[in-house]
């Protein structure tokens, strides 16, 4: 396809298209993210009822979100090559029968079927929502509507809290699952008023490609997901199996790395002889692509890192319950709803590079705010404003990195960047949480070993009955029981908690300075992400009927800052 870019397309779309379609994108992101975050308030429920611990929910969770990871390339191309909308209505009904399954759960391995087989389909789904963007909306239009979408999810979570909380609280738990039933239905009559899409039937599917990106995030996510509980470098007891006293966590994390090496390799292969492939790379054919990447997964990162540490604080320091932390948070996630939703009104005053700098200032100055404030109540000023600040900035940055990657690459790759969307959103969600969670642990134990030996209160022979390389978060009321079966004497047991409880504060706090370091470090690449001119917004290209993935559609120049 050949475009010509002598003019400068304007900010303000000359037509106005339905929100219809956006409708349906916003309805199934929310019934999407709904069903994840639903299953988290429900746990107790779940636990109780079907007679499982709570790591069988985590289990099923992370069966979910690894599922979608896994497929979310090969379903961009399942969905091109039969049609989006057609693939996209079967995926919404696959998805509530699968959260039908999930009300009538009667044992933790139909739980888990349920939510492995709710993530596949989500594969299906996440692409599908990028291209209907593209394909309805453009200019002014099309950064709404990509506001909209990013927050979605948080608006998911909002929802989830109050809903399925209060559910899980009176009615029983099962019934948010049948909400979510409910909500695909409504999806799958609202999206008949969609676009047609039209399939490439002549498109062929590169499974090998395919399983090659399967095997290096499966690798990826389980060696991520390990760290903590396997052992970042030493195997601890919890590893599965270890290699010379190796973790597995590291190994399966290298192993990842030369898969998603070898995977790169082959499809950039195949683009060179023409031939179909399961990611087409002229999403990230230029520097520009490849920074707007590296900032998406870096705030990806940082924000569910820090989504991970505060309730951390909350429920252990504070010692507050688990629907109490749930509402502590909500200032945090509507700040996010605002920023992805309003941040579009600024697109035709500020280039994309000053917007995405601008914001990883603000998050790394919350997180620098919370990790200084932390000591006192949660209910405190700048707790409160260093919460509405991070969400402020990550969810403005979220928003503006998927406009602008979709903005930059021609509309027929859509379902592309959509894919590539999911899979850096849930890769780099993943890996914050894990590589935060084992960080915070080390410094923890680190911390509480120097204490214990620094101070002529606890006597050796106690600081030699505590396995400090098995350290974790607890509460001065776990602590005192897991101290009840040493040695330790009353007094010994006082002077541990209240150095646990420095210890613990200091860690966290050191977490949340390497994250808001981790967003500063993120200026570098946010410098990269293309520049233009006041009252210009990044169109899509349109494709001709002679479009294919084979044949080269050249992505849109960088405009001059």
Same mark, same amino acid.
């Given at each position: 396809?050949?475009?010509?870019?002598?003019?400068?397309?304007?900010?303000?779309?000359?037509?106005?298209?339905?929100?219809?379609?956006?409708?349906?994108?916003?309805?199934?992101?929310?019934?999407?993210?709904?069903?994840?975050?639903?299953?988290?308030?429900?746990?107790?429920?779940?636990?109780?009822?079907?007679?499982?611990?709570?790591?069988?929910?985590?289990? %099923?969770?992370?069966?979910?979100?690894?599922?979608?990871?896994?497929?979310?390339?090969?379903?961009?191309?399942?969905?091109?090559?039969?049609?989006?909308?057609?693939?996209?209505?079967?995926?919404?009904?696959?998805?509530?029968? %699968?959260?039908?399954?999930?009300?009538?759960?009667?044992?933790?391995?139909?739980?888990?079927?349920?939510?492995?087989?709710?993530?596949?389909?989500?594969?299906?789904?996440?692409?599908?929502?990028?291209?209907?963007?593209?394909?309805?909306?453009?200019?002014?239009?099309?950064?709404?509507?990509?506001?909209?979408?990013?927050?979605?999810?948080?608006?998911?979570?909002?929802?989830?809290? @109050?809903?399925?909380?209060?559910?899980?609280?009176?009615?029983? !738990?099962?019934?948010?699952?049948?909400?979510?039933?409910?909500?695909?239905?409504?999806?799958?009559?609202?999206?008949?008023?969609?676009?047609?899409?039209?399939?490439?039937?002549?498109?062929?599917?590169? !499974?090998?490609?395919?399983?090659?990106?399967?095997?290096?995030?499966?690798?990826?996510?389980?060696?991520?997901?390990?760290?903590?509980? !396997?052992?970042?470098?030493?195997?601890?007891? +919890?590893?599965?199996?270890?290699?010379?006293?190796?973790?597995?966590?590291?190994?399966?994390?290298?192993?990842?790395?030369?898969?998603?090496?070898?995977?790169?390799? !082959?499809?950039?292969?195949? *683009? *060179? *002889?023409?031939?179909?492939?399961?990611?087409?790379?002229?999403?990230?054919?230029?520097?520009?692509?490849?920074?707007?990447?590296?900032?998406?997964?870096?705030?990806?990162?940082?924000?569910?890192?820090?989504?991970?540490?505060?309730?951390?604080?909350?429920?252990?320091?504070?010692?507050?319950?688990?629907?109490?932390?749930?509402?502590?948070?909500?200032?945090?996630?509507?700040?996010?709803?605002?920023?992805?939703?309003?941040?579009?009104?600024?697109?035709?005053?500020? +280039?994309?590079?000053?917007?995405?700098?601008?914001?990883?200032?603000?998050?790394?100055?919350?997180?620098?705010?919370?990790?200084?404030?932390?000591?006192?109540?949660?209910?405190?000023?700048?707790?409160?404003?260093?919460?509405?600040?991070?969400?402020?900035?990550?969810?403005?940055?979220?928003? =503006?990195?998927?406009?602008? @990657? =979709?903005?930059?690459?021609?509309?027929?790759?859509?379902?592309?960047?959509?894919?590539?969307?999911?899979?850096?959103?849930?890769?780099?969600?993943?890996?914050?949480?894990?590589?935060?969670?084992?960080?915070?642990?080390?410094?923890? %134990?680190?911390?509480?070993?120097?204490?214990?030996?620094?101070?002529?209160?606890?006597?050796?022979?106690?600081?030699?009955?505590?396995?400090?390389?098995?350290?974790?978060?607890?509460?001065?009321?776990?602590?005192?029981?897991?101290?009840?079966?040493?040695?330790?004497?009353?007094?010994?047991? +006082?002077?541990?908690?209240?150095?646990?409880?420095?210890?613990? @504060?200091?860690?966290?706090?050191?977490?949340?300075?390497?994250?808001?370091?981790?967003?500063?470090?993120?200026?570098?690449?946010?410098?990269?992400?293309?520049?233009?001119?006041?009252?210009?917004?990044?169109?899509? =290209?349109?494709?001709?009927?002679?479009?294919?993935?084979?044949?080269?559609?050249?992505?849109?120049?960088?405009?001059?800052?």
């Amino acid at each position: 396809m050949h475009a010509s870019h002598a003019s400068v397309p304007s900010a303000t779309s000359p037509t106005k298209t339905s929100w219809i379609p956006l409708t349906v994108v916003v309805l199934t992101q929310i019934q999407a993210s709904f069903a994840v975050n639903a299953l988290t308030v429900s746990m107790a429920g779940i636990t109780s009822d079907l007679d499982t611990p709570a790591t069988s929910v985590g289990t %099923a969770i992370t069966a979910g979100t690894f599922a979608m990871a896994a497929f979310i390339l090969l379903g961009a191309k399942i969905g091109a090559r039969f049609g989006t909308r057609r693939v996209f209505q079967i995926a919404v009904a696959v998805h509530a029968s %699968a959260m039908a399954a999930v009300a009538l759960s009667q044992s933790p391995a139909m739980l888990f079927i349920a939510q492995a087989s709710s993530g596949a389909v989500i594969a299906l789904i996440a692409p599908a929502l990028t291209v209907f963007i593209a394909t309805n909306y453009s200019g002014t239009q099309q950064a709404r509507a990509i506001g909209l979408l990013a927050a979605a999810i948080p608006a998911a979570g909002v929802l989830a809290l @109050l809903i399925a909380g209060w559910f899980a609280a009176g009615i029983g !738990w099962r019934y948010s699952f049948a909400l979510v039933v409910a909500l695909g239905v409504v999806n799958l009559l609202l999206s008949f008023r969609l676009k047609k899409v039209p399939p490439q039937p002549d498109l062929g599917i590169d !499974w090998t490609g395919a399983v090659l990106a399967a095997i290096s995030i499966i690798l990826l996510s389980f060696g991520f997901s390990g760290l903590a509980s !396997w052992g970042v470098w030493q195997a601890t007891d +919890a590893a599965p199996f270890d290699v010379l006293g190796v973790s597995p966590a590291p190994l399966l994390i290298i192993l990842g790395l030369v898969v998603g090496q070898i995977f790169f390799v !082959w499809i950039a292969r195949r *683009q *060179q *002889q023409k031939r179909s492939r399961i990611f087409d790379l002229r999403v990230l054919a230029t520097s520009s692509e490849l920074a707007i990447t590296a900032c998406m997964s870096i705030m990806l990162f940082v924000g569910t890192a820090a989504n991970f540490l505060i309730p951390l604080y909350m429920q252990v320091v504070q010692g507050l319950t688990g629907i109490q932390t749930s509402f502590s948070i909500i200032p945090y996630t509507l700040s996010i709803f605002l920023a992805s939703t309003f941040v579009a009104v600024l697109y035709s005053r500020f +280039a994309p590079r000053v917007l995405a700098a601008s914001g990883f200032v603000v998050v790394a100055g919350a997180l620098t705010l919370i990790a200084f404030s932390i000591r006192g109540d949660w209910g405190q000023l700048f707790i409160v404003t260093g919460l509405i600040l991070l969400g402020l900035g990550q969810g403005a940055i979220v928003a =503006l990195v998927f406009n602008t @990657l =979709l903005s930059s690459a021609p509309k027929a790759l859509a379902g592309d960047v959509g894919a590539w969307r999911g899979l850096v959103h849930n890769l780099s969600g993943s890996v914050g949480i894990a590589v935060a969670s084992a960080f915070a642990v080390g410094m923890l %134990a680190s911390l509480a070993a120097t204490a214990a030996t620094e101070h002529p209160e606890i006597s050796p022979e106690l600081i030699s009955e505590v396995n400090f390389d098995n350290t974790n978060f607890l509460t001065n009321d776990q602590l005192a029981q897991s101290l009840a079966n040493t040695s330790a004497t009353p007094a010994e047991v +006082a002077v541990a908690i209240e150095l646990n409880a420095e210890a613990r @504060l200091r860690a966290l706090q050191y977490s949340l300075l390497g994250l808001g370091a981790l967003a500063l470090l993120a200026i570098v690449p946010a410098t990269r992400m293309p520049g233009r001119i006041a009252g210009e917004l990044p169109e899509v =290209l349109e494709p001709t009927d002679n479009d294919t993935v084979d044949v080269d559609i050249p992505l849109n120049p960088e405009s001059a800052a």
